[in-house]
């Protein structure tokens, strides 16, 4: 009963470096999601991905990145780390066939960029 | 523009006491809503949902929440709480055409803390 697996769980990365953080469900769900987390600010949404081979970006895109690579693997790339990227990534999955269904998360990617 | 707001950012209670989380929303329709749980070092579990029908809905882990349309308020409520329940809670709500549980926003979070 995986659910949502994020890797890595944690992560450091020196200002500039490149860095892809993977997810993959195994619910069969349609959307994905990644998400960062910051304190006080609660969780605030980066891309999305409706099925496989669309992306949307969500409220804070820029300086990331997406593929969904199937129905299963969604995964968030940062191509030149900032400090100001350092936070707790989270994944998330959902089934669209109401849209009162939930999304389901991850345990979170935690990256620190020096 | 939609928006969900926590009001208390950390809010502290006696173990055995009652709770209530407070969630405010700004939607021109009705509201998708959604309370989430966050142990430390976890991600999100949904605690409970609401959409349409009864304004109490009951949700997991002995939690319920209801909906006031005439206060825009969807707080979240537990009897008598446990140690165990000290996490942080977030209220996240969706709405419109492609909205409902798609397009999420979420407060900033309630930490919770329960003194033994």
């Known amino acids: 009963n995986a659910g949502v697996t994020q890797t890595p769980k944690f992560q450091v990365l020196k200002t500039g470096q490149s860095m892809t953080l993977q997810c993959a469900q195994d619910?069969?769900?349609?959307?994905m999601y990644w998400y960062r987390q910051d304190p006080g600010m609660g969780l605030r949404l980066i891309y999305y991905?409706?099925?496989?081979?669309?992306?949307d970006k969500g409220e804070v895109p820029n300086g990331y990145n997406v593929s969904r690579l199937n129905k299963r693997e969604f995964s968030l790339r940062l191509e030149s780390a900032a400090p100001s990227q350092t936070s707790v990534y989270f994944c998330?999955?959902?089934?669209?066939?109401?849209?009162?269904?939930?999304?389901?998360f991850g345990d979170g990617t935690r990256l620190s960029i020096l | 523009a939609q928006s969900v707001t926590q009001p208390d950012i950390h809010i502290t209670v006696s173990e055995g006491a009652s709770l209530e989380l407070r969630c405010n929303y700004s939607?021109?329709?009705?509201?998708?809503l959604f309370w989430y749980v966050q142990s430390p070092g976890q991600g999100l579990q949904l605690l409970l949902k609401?959409?349409?029908?009864?304004?109490l809905v009951q949700g997991i882990k002995g939690f319920e929440a209801e909906f006031k349309r005439s206060q825009s308020s969807f707080n979240l409520r537990k009897p008598s709480v446990h140690w165990s329940d000290a996490a942080e809670y977030f209220c996240?709500?969706?709405?419109?055409?492609?909205?409902?549980?798609?397009?999420?926003?979420f407060g900033t979070g309630t930490q919770l803390k329960v003194e033994l």
């Open positions: 996240a709500g969706g709405g419109g055409l492609t909205g409902g549980g798609n397009k999420l926003t």
């Open positions: 991905s409706a099925s496989e081979g669309t992306t």
């Open positions: 939607y021109g329709a009705t509201p998708y």
């Open positions: 609401y959409f349409s029908g009864d304004t």
């Open positions: 619910m069969n769900h349609n959307s």
């Open positions: 998330a999955s959902r089934f669209d066939g109401t849209r009162n269904q939930p999304q389901h």
